[in-house]
């Protein structure tokens, strides 16, 4: 009985003398030996056959067939026909693999006994025997149908694939001139069985002149075949898996029509580097113009280009003459289809970008809109700009050695001024010395060995190289274009008719401001500004009111206010008492206190320090509310309790109001004051000798007590607790040191505590109830909102501000405590009714990025989503930014800055910097990047326009390690739970 091999490879041949060796020696030179090869000769005229004779008399592994296929189709399946393996491969006559392809296509086979196939990369090989970077797509094991069903992105010998299954699905369709063998693969895949990847590229792929694959006319003709057979049902395939048998799913634009697409882009983008063009760019209509699909469109573009110039990735850019004028023809005509020129340039950007990234610029690169070029830095030379070109891509070399390779946005001439800054900014300043001493005709000077000395050394050179090469602005240069653009931004601001900037108000300070060693400075200076608690507000007159109710029953004779203030609840008080003495430590709070209570002839006004100065005696009542706060500590507060006591009379009552604090019971709602509060005071009094608590109002924020002296012999009795709600609208400067239902974390502990290297920036878009579902994502409610600011509070979080970040970032300095940056793209008007009043309720603040040239209308760039949403006007901005929001740039106009030209990005740039100045009366010094892309132009020319700081595309906490120009943030989403939100902060805490 004959012996059944574990594979069968089939090699149609057909005139292929001069490539055949190759292809058989690789099969002689493979590990595993259980093989046959099957040699299918199609009508050969040249010495294939002979060849091939040659092989089958030395080894017996060899077997010859003849055919008249006239197609590598025909000849397979005949080769298929005779095939007695477990296992099939096809290896075409020009191409070979590995010596270890078998061994290791056989392993993963085994390895998984349920796969119908093994599949592998592979590289292209070019006439001059160069090879293309490896292909492996990870996602035919993923997705096969779904994949086979687009495209095909396996060659044709990098499979092992089950010979039954092959057979049972009726070979190769020899109807087919080209796309065969994605047909048959695609069959294959509906039967939805598994596909296993050796994550190695083990085949080689012989690229020529005479190839069917640069037939683009015919390739194209078979390709629709094939796609549309993968969107319908395929009756060649007896048993397809369920989920495949009506075809592919059509979902998220993944359409027949924009897969044929996408094959006819690599087509066009091949006859560009052959020199034809025979497809009309209107068949490209249904690819996607999205810009996050331009890198994909140009990664496609690219590996056409390679096939139809037969050049590898590194002689690209140096052959741009042979085929750059047509395909940027065809990307501008691209645009045009779209209707979209923006995305065609965003396209010929990552295309050019891609194509340098692969040259070492051995001579220079002119393409369509980047200029690739080497520069001496030690003896840089001006450059003038070509036409069209609009950035540089560069490599600075020194020595023979590429120092540092950049790529930014140009305007103009690139002066010899220009690269010496580039060379101080990128080249390490120490390699700077030596060149800087050189153009100066001197010694270099050496830097000390430690210290500081070396880092000025280091700096000096840089700047000696800058004096020497002048400061001079050439008008026609780039940094003299950008001065253009600025003073037209300039003048545009200043014929806006818009108000200027506004002042902003004096901050409010809080009982956790701390002390002052002169107490009566410090009271002086609290009153500077009239009613600074805001005396007349709805929750402090509800206080008062509740103050008034505890009042003891019967006459009240003599009664005095310690720490009257400006007299609001004297002249209350005044009508309950035959005599007030009114007494504050501040003599510009007793002169208003004594002009608002003229007409109250029992009241009589003086300046007391309470702490320090006797109290009078014999009082009925005494009343000290929201002052005893400001005590030194506790021991303090216990000996002004003795005094009390001693100035009342017997039978007496003390009433005090006083805040709940944090510092006295972290579990409960209280205010975040750096002091004690109403639990410890009530404690405290409650504690001295010959005072008794009489009667209680507790609210969630603060107690009202009513204590009373007692007389001689007198027994204290149980006393009578009330708890009232607070019905009172509470003022923001109230509100925002309150932590509702306690704190896991108090500020101030962590402050002293915590030291980290990284902190979360957070980026919100909008806040709202109701929106397009479709931007769901970008908008939380504004309860999600509340509950995660809510948490950031109780948490110990205080909000900082990027400038804060930057500074952080220069120093080196370890960030205190648990700082957090707040971040908002766009400037929706929801900003302002929902996320802003939630914001300063928590005692934080956030930083918003407006889309300057759109301020008062609504967000356009969403309209294909449903209603835009409404943005902030300039007026809102001024009121938001006198209240301590803060205000950077998300650029003019929305639009992705990867598709901008350099000038229209620096004039966005500058125009939008220069309104957000003008609008909130503070230095603009950060922008994010509209829909989080960049390119790499944005860093270098945004610092040009005056800013320091800059959000991209990345995703992560920022550290000390971040360049403040590119910072990354975390998107924190409108679809996900609270508890996704504490644990991606929490993420960032746990790591120091």
């Given at each position: 009985?004959?012996?059944?091999?574990?594979?069968?490879?089939?090699?149609?041949?057909?005139?292929?003398?001069?490539?055949?060796?190759r292809?058989?020696?690789?099969?002689?030179?493979?590990?595993?030996?259980?093989?046959?090869?099957?040699?299918?000769?199609?009508?050969?005229?040249?010495?294939?056959?002979?060849?091939?004779?040659?092989y089958?008399?030395?080894?017996?592994?060899?077997?010859?067939?003849?055919?008249?296929?006239?197609?590598?189709?025909?000849?397979?399946?005949?080769?298929?026909?005779?095939?007695?393996?477990?296992?099939?491969?096809?290896?075409?006559?020009?191409?070979?693999?590995?010596?270890?392809?078998?061994?290791?296509?056989?392993?993963?086979?085994?390895?998984?006994?349920?796969?119908?196939?093994?599949?592998?990369?592979?590289?292209?090989?070019?006439?001059?025997?160069?090879?293309?970077?490896?292909?492996?797509?990870?996602?035919?094991?993923?997705?096969?149908?779904?994949?086979?069903?687009?495209?095909?992105?396996?060659?044709?010998?990098?499979?092992?694939?089950?010979?039954?299954?092959?057979?049972?699905l009726?070979?190769?369709?020899?109807?087919?001139?080209?796309?065969?063998?994605?047909?048959?693969?695609?069959?294959?895949?509906?039967?939805?069985?598994?596909?296993?990847?050796?994550?190695?590229?083990?085949?080689?792929?012989?690229?020529?002149?005479?190839?069917?694959?640069?037939?683009?006319?015919?390739?194209?003709?078979?390709?629709?075949?094939?796609?549309?057979?993968?969107?319908?049902?395929?009756?060649?395939?007896?048993?397809?898996?369920?989920a495949?048998?009506?075809?592919?799913?059509?979902?998220?634009?993944?359409?027949?029509?924009?897969?044929?697409?996408?094959?006819?882009?690599?087509?066009?983008?091949?006859?560009?580097?052959?020199?034809?063009?025979?497809?009309?760019?209107?068949?490209?209509?249904?690819?996607?113009a999205?810009?996050?699909?331009?890198?994909?469109?140009?990664?496609v573009?690219?590996?056409?280009?390679?096939?139809?110039?037969?050049?590898?990735?590194?002689?690209?850019?140096?052959?741009?003459?042979?085929?750059?004028?047509?395909?940027?023809?065809?990307?501008?005509?691209?645009?045009?289809?779209?209707?979209?020129?923006?995305?065609?340039?965003?396209?010929?950007?990552?295309?050019?970008?891609?194509?340098?990234?692969?040259?070492?610029?051995?001579?220079?690169?002119?393409?369509a809109r980047?200029?690739?070029?080497?520069?001496?830095?030690?003896?840089?030379?001006?450059?003038?700009?070509?036409?069209?070109?609009?950035?540089?891509?560069?490599?600075?070399?020194?020595?023979?050695?590429?120092?540092?390779?950049?790529?930014?946005?140009?305007?103009?001439?690139?002066?010899?001024?220009?690269?010496?800054?580039?060379?101080?900014?990128?080249?390490?300043?120490?390699?700077?010395i030596?060149?800087a001493?050189?153009?100066?005709?001197?010694?270099?000077?050496?830097?000390?060995?430690?210290?500081?000395?070396?880092?000025?050394?280091?700096?000096?050179?840089?700047?000696?190289?800058?004096?020497?090469?002048?400061?001079?602005?050439?008008?026609?240069?780039?940094?003299?274009?950008?001065?253009?653009?600025?003073?037209?931004?300039?003048?545009?601001?200043?014929?806006?008719?818009?108000?200027?900037?506004?002042?902003?108000?004096?901050?409010?300070?809080?009982?956790?401001?701390?002390?002052?060693?002169?107490?009566?400075?410090?009271?002086?200076?609290?009153?500077?500004?009239?009613?600074?608690?805001?005396?007349?507000?709805?929750?402090?007159?509800?206080?008062?009111?509740?103050?008034?109710?505890?009042?003891?029953?019967?006459?009240?004779?003599?009664?005095?206010?310690?720490?009257?203030?400006e007299?609001?609840?004297?002249?209350?008080?005044?009508?309950?008492?035959?005599?007030?003495?009114?007494?504050?430590?501040?003599?510009?709070a007793?002169?208003?206190?004594?002009?608002?209570?003229?007409?109250?002839?029992?009241?009589?006004?003086?300046?007391?320090?309470?702490?320090?100065?006797?109290?009078?005696?014999e009082?009925?009542?005494?009343?000290?509310?929201?002052?005893?706060?400001?005590?030194?500590?506790?021991?303090?507060?216990?000996?002004?309790?003795?005094?009390?006591?001693?100035?009342?009379?017997?039978?007496g009552?003390?009433?005090?109001?006083?805040?709940?604090?944090?510092?006295?019971?972290?579990?409960r709602?209280?205010?975040?004051?750096?002091?004690?509060?109403?639990?410890?005071?009530?404690?405290?009094?409650?504690?001295?000798?010959?005072?008794?608590?009489?009667?209680?109002?507790?609210?969630?924020?603060?107690?009202?007590?009513?204590?009373?002296?007692?007389?001689?012999?007198?027994?204290?009795?149980?006393?009578?607790?009330?708890?009232?709600?607070?019905r009172a609208?509470?003022?923001?400067?109230?509100?925002?040191?309150?932590?509702?239902?306690?704190?896991?974390?108090?500020?101030?502990?962590?402050?002293?505590?915590?030291?980290?290297?990284?902190?979360?920036?957070?980026?919100?878009?909008?806040?709202a109830?109701?929106g397009?579902?479709?931007?769901?994502?970008?908008?939380?409610?504004?309860?999600?909102?509340?509950?995660?600011?809510a948490?950031?509070?109780?948490?110990?979080?205080?909000?900082?501000?990027?400038?804060?970040?930057?500074?952080?970032?220069?120093?080196?300095?370890?960030?205190?405590?648990?700082?957090?940056?707040?971040?908002?793209?766009?400037?929706?008007?929801?900003f302002?009714?929902?996320?802003?009043?939630?914001?300063?309720?928590?005692?934080?603040?956030?930083?918003?990025?407006?889309?300057?040239d759109?301020?008062?209308?609504?967000?356009?760039?969403?309209?294909d989503?449903?209603?835009?949403?409404?943005?902030?006007?300039?007026g809102?901005?001024?009121?938001?930014?006198?209240?301590?929001?803060f205000?950077?740039?998300h650029?003019?106009?929305?639009?992705?800055?990867?598709?901008?030209?350099?000038?229209?990005?620096?004039?966005?740039?500058?125009?939008?910097?220069?309104?957000?100045?003008?609008?909130?009366g503070?230095?603009?010094?950060?922008?994010?990047?509209?829909?989080?892309?960049?390119?790499?132009?944005?860093?270098?020319?945004?610092?040009?326009?005056?800013?320091?700081?800059?959000?991209?595309?990345?995703?992560?906490p920022?550290?000390?390690d971040?360049?403040?120009?590119?910072?990354?943030?975390?998107?924190?989403?409108?679809?996900?739970?609270?508890?996704?939100f504490?644990?991606k902060?929490?993420?960032?805490?746990e790591?120091?």
């Open positions: 009985m004959a012996h059944n091999p574990l594979v069968s490879i089939v090699v149609p041949a057909h005139n292929a003398e001069v490539t055949l060796p292809a058989l020696d690789c099969l002689v030179d493979q590990e595993i030996v259980d093989w046959e090869a099957i040699v299918v000769v199609d009508v050969s005229t040249d010495a294939t056959a002979a060849i091939i004779a040659g089958v008399e030395h080894d017996a592994r060899f077997r010859t067939l003849s055919a008249s296929a006239y197609s590598a189709a025909g000849a397979r399946n005949s080769g298929i026909s005779t095939a007695r393996g477990r296992w099939l491969m096809f290896l075409d006559a020009d191409d070979w693999v590995d010596a270890g392809f078998l061994a290791k296509m056989l392993a993963a086979l085994e390895a998984a006994p349920d796969a119908v196939t093994a599949y592998c990369g592979s590289r292209r090989v070019m006439p001059d025997g160069e090879l293309t970077p490896s292909s492996i797509p990870t996602e035919v094991a993923i997705q096969p149908f779904e994949t086979f069903a687009r495209r095909c992105p396996i060659r044709t010998h990098a499979l092992l694939v089950d010979r039954k299954t092959i057979v049972e009726g070979g190769f369709d020899v109807s087919l001139r080209t796309c065969e063998d994605w047909d048959l693969w695609q069959r294959l895949a509906r039967l939805g069985k598994r596909w296993v990847m050796v994550d190695e590229s083990l085949a080689f792929y012989r690229t020529s002149p005479n190839s069917l694959t640069r037939n683009s006319t015919q390739m194209l003709a078979d390709a629709e075949i094939v796609i549309a057979r993968g969107f319908s049902p395929d009756p060649r395939v007896k048993k397809p898996a369920s495949h048998a009506n075809g592919a799913i059509e979902t998220n634009g993944r359409t027949a029509s924009e897969a044929l697409a996408w094959f006819a882009l690599w087509n066009a983008a091949s006859d560009c580097g052959s020199g034809r063009r025979s497809i009309s760019p209107q068949t490209l209509r249904a690819l996607p999205g810009r996050k699909w331009a890198r994909e469109i140009a990664k573009a690219f590996d056409g280009l390679m096939v139809g110039s037969l050049s590898v990735p590194a002689q690209l850019a140096a052959r741009w003459d042979r085929f750059g004028g047509s395909l940027t023809e065809l990307i501008t005509e691209l645009g045009k289809v779209w209707d979209d020129p923006v995305a065609g340039r965003r396209v010929q950007y990552h295309l050019e970008e891609m194509l340098l990234d692969f040259d070492d610029l051995a001579a220079s690169r002119r393409l980047t200029l690739g070029i080497r520069v001496d830095i030690r003896n840089p030379t001006s450059i003038e700009l070509p036409e069209g070109i609009d950035q540089i891509y560069a490599y600075l070399m020194m020595d023979g050695q590429i120092e540092a390779v950049v790529q930014f946005g140009v305007l103009g001439k690139v002066t010899r001024r220009h690269w010496i800054e580039l060379a101080r900014d990128f080249v390490p300043p120490k390699r700077l030596h060149s001493a050189r153009l100066a005709r001197r010694p270099p000077v050496h830097a000390p060995q430690q210290g500081a000395g070396a880092d000025m050394s280091d700096i000096s050179a840089a700047e000696a190289l800058l004096s020497i090469a002048g400061r001079r602005s050439d008008r026609h240069s780039h940094f003299g274009k950008l001065a253009r653009l600025a003073a037209e931004a300039r003048r545009l601001v200043r014929s806006s008719a818009e108000a200027t900037e506004p002042l902003a108000p004096p901050r409010r300070a809080s009982a956790a401001d701390g002390h002052d060693d002169d107490r009566r400075s410090f009271w002086n200076r609290r009153f500077a500004t009239e009613d600074p608690w805001n005396y007349g507000s709805s929750y402090e007159q509800e206080k008062y009111e509740r103050q008034l109710e505890i009042l003891p029953a019967g006459p009240i004779g003599r009664a005095l206010e310690l720490a009257c203030a007299g609001h609840f004297t002249r209350q008080l005044a009508p309950r008492v035959g005599h007030l003495t009114a007494t504050d430590i501040s003599a510009v007793i002169g208003r206190a004594r002009a608002r209570c003229s007409d109250q002839p029992n009241v009589e006004f003086g300046v007391l320090d309470f702490c320090a100065d006797t109290l009078p005696g009082m009925d009542l005494i009343v000290c509310s929201e002052v005893l706060y400001y005590l030194d500590d506790l021991a303090e507060l216990r000996r002004i309790a003795k005094q009390i006591v001693e100035a009342l009379a017997p039978g009552s003390f009433i005090n109001a006083h805040a709940f604090v944090l510092r006295d019971n972290v579990e709602t209280g205010f975040d004051w750096n002091t004690f509060g109403a639990q410890a005071i009530s404690e405290t009094l409650a504690g001295t000798e010959g005072l008794v608590l009489d009667q209680s109002i507790q609210t969630e924020l603060y107690r009202i007590d009513r204590f009373r002296r007692l007389s001689p012999d007198e027994v204290a009795t149980e006393p009578m607790i009330d708890h009232a709600p607070i609208r509470l003022e923001i400067g109230v509100a925002r040191n309150i932590v509702w239902g306690g704190a896991r974390a108090l500020r101030r502990d962590v402050a002293r505590s915590e030291r980290r290297q990284r902190i979360p920036v957070l980026m919100y878009h909008g806040v109830d109701e397009p579902a479709a931007l769901a994502r970008f908008r939380l409610t504004p309860a999600a909102f509340h509950s995660q600011m948490w950031l509070r109780a948490n110990g979080f205080h909000a900082i501000r990027s400038e804060q970040l930057e500074r952080f970032i220069a120093s080196r300095q370890p960030f205190a405590g648990r700082p957090v940056l707040i971040t908002f793209d766009d400037g929706f008007q929801n302002a009714d929902h996320a802003w009043p939630i914001l300063r309720a928590n005692d934080l603040t956030a930083e918003v990025f407006l889309v300057t759109l301020v008062g209308e609504s967000a356009l760039w969403d309209a989503s449903g209603p835009p949403t409404q943005l902030m006007d300039a809102t901005v001024r009121r938001l930014a006198a209240e301590g929001a205000f950077g740039s650029l003019a106009t929305h639009r992705a800055i990867d598709g901008l030209s350099s000038s229209d990005l620096a004039a966005e740039l500058l125009r939008s910097r220069m309104f957000t100045e003008r609008w909130t503070r230095p603009t010094t950060a922008f994010a990047a509209p829909f989080s892309v960049t390119d790499r132009r944005l860093g270098r020319l945004a610092k040009e326009c005056g800013y320091r700081i800059g959000f991209g595309g990345r995703h992560g920022a550290d000390l971040c360049d403040p120009i590119d910072l990354p943030r975390i998107e924190i989403r409108g679809d996900r739970s609270l508890d996704d504490v644990a902060v929490e993420a960032v805490l790591e120091r």
